[in-house]
C-alpha cells in the first residue's frame, strides 16, 4: 500500500497501485466501502494485468487518514482526487466508480475531463438519493445521533446478511458516511445526471440484475451510454459476483 499526502494539509490517502504499461484504471469505491477491500480480487485478474491499477481510499474510509476537519461531501473527494492525479502524474486514466464513488467520478470528470479516457460506473448516485437507497437512510439521523448509533447499526449488519459491508463500515470514521450521505439527498443546481449526460467520452453503466427492473435500462442509451448488467448480483456486485463483475468491466475497456 501507498500513500499520498494532500496539498496544504497533513492528511494521507492510502492505495494499492499494481503495475502495469496500460492506461491506469482508477477504482473508487462506495459508502461504507474500500478499494482495498472490495476490488483487490477483481484488479488482479488476467484481464487487467497489461493494466496499471490504482485501488484507493477515500478520506474517511479504509486505511487513509479519518480528519474530523474535512468536510466530507462529493465535490471535495473530487477535488482531492483530481490533485491526486495531478500529482502522480496520471495524464490519462480509465475511470472507474460504484455508487456514491459513482458520483466522486462524475464530479471528478468534470474537473479533468480531458484526462479521463473512460467513464465506468457501477449503480452510481446520478439523482439525489430517496428511500431505498443506505445514503438516504442515513441521512435520516442527525449527526450526532447517527454516531451514537453507528455500533449497533453495524452489529445489526454483522449478525445478518450484510456482513461484508460491517466488515468495511468499521473502518470509517462515521462523520464521513454521515456527512457524503447528507450530500447524497442534495438537490444540485447541476445535477450528477445532466453532467453524465454532458461528457464526450466513452460512458458505461452498469447494473447488477438483481437491482432490475429500471427506467434507466431505456433512458441512458438515449444519452449514448451504454448499459451493461451483471447476472447474479445486486448493488454490491463487486462481493456477489466479483467474476461477473471483472468480465463486464473488461467489456468496457475493448
Known amino acids: 500500500m501507498r500513500e499520498y499526502q494532500l496539498r496544504n494539509k497533513n492528511y494521507k490517502i492510502r492505495y494499492n497501485d499494481f503495475p502495469g504499461e496500460g492506461i491506469p484504471i482508477i477504482f473508487i469505491h462506495g459508502l461504507g466501502c474500500a478499494g482495498s477491500f472490495d476490488y483487490v480480487e477483481i484488479a488482479n485478474r488476467k484481464e487487467f494485468l497489461g493494466h496499471r491499477r490504482i485501488l484507493i481510499d477515500l478520506l474517511g474510509a479504509g486505511y487513509s487518514d479519518k480528519p474530523l476537519d474535512f468536510e466530507y461531501k462529493v465535490k471535495n473527494h473530487a477535488k482531492c482526487l483530481s490533485e491526486f492525479l495531478e500529482d502522480l502524474n496520471l495524464n490519462k486514466v480509465i475511470l472507474f466508480g460504484h455508487s456514491l464513488g459513482g458520483a466522486i467520478s ?11 479516457d473512460r467513464l465506468i460506473l457501477t449503480e452510481p448516485n446520478l439523482d439525489p438519493a430517496t428511500k431505498g437507497r443506505t445514503s438516504w437512510a442515513v441521512a435520516q439521523y442527525t449527526e450526532e445521533n447517527y454516531k451514537s448509533r453507528i455500533s449497533s ?102
Open 153 to 254: 447499526l453495524i452489529e445489526y449488519c454483522a449478525s445478518g446478511k450484510n456482513t461484508m459491508w460491517a466488515a468495511t463500515l468499521r473502518n470509517w470514521l462515521p462523520e464521513a458516511a454521515y456527512q457524503i450521505s447528507r450530500d447524497a439527498i442534495e438537490v444540485r443546481e447541476v445535477p450528477w445526471r445532466d453532467m453524465f449526460y454532458s461528457y464526450k467520452i466513452p460512458r458505461f453503466f452498469i447494473f447488477g440484475s438483481k437491482t432490475l427492473p429500471s427506467d434507466d435500462l431505456e433512458e441512458l442509451p438515449k444519452n449514448n451510454i451504454e448499459v451493461k448488467i451483471v447476472e447474479n448480483a445486486g448493488h454490491s456486485m463487486a462481493w456477489e459476483n466479483p467474476e461477473g463483475l471483472a468480465q463486464v468491466i473488461y467489456e468496457c475497456l475493448k
Open 106 to 116: 462524475i464530479e471528478l470528470c468534470g474537473l479533468c475531463e480531458e484526462k479521463i
